[in-house]
Nanobody, 115 residues
């Protein structure tokens, strides 16, 4: 089992920044990648960014340049730095880890961007 705990969400004004954290614990050996997803009310969950065990990253095209995913292997933590936030970034952001064929999810953290 892998446990994921997110933190760092909250309310921010448009144009502001937030940094989300996702701390992994448990059987984290051989995690293939970790990712951030988000789901806005009435919309499908979408991939925000992904980082592999080797450090390769990929982003949703619409978010490139504003969001940055990174990891601290010593702390088993993945971060999502979000800059120039817009009201349409309002969503529940969830951390995901893939190990083999198994997906693990955190509980999610709310990000609300006011106009």
């Amino acid at each position: 089992q892998v446990q994921l705990v997110e933190s760092g969400g909250g309310l921010v004004q448009a144009g502001g920044s937030l940094r989300l954290s996702c701390a992994a614990s448990g059987n984290i050996f051989s995690i293939n990648y970790m990712a951030w997803y988000r789901q806005a009310p009435g919309k499908q969950r979408e991939l925000v960014a992904r980082i592999t065990s080797g450090g390769s990253t990929n982003y949703a095209d619409s978010l490139k340049g504003r969001f940055t995913i990174s990891r601290d292997n010593a702390k088993n933590t993945v971060y999502l730095q979000m800059n120039s936030l817009k009201p349409e970034d309002t969503a529940v952001y969830s951390c995901n880890a893939r190990r083999g064929l198994q997906d693990y999810w955190g509980q999610g953290t709310q990000v609300t961007v006011s106009s």
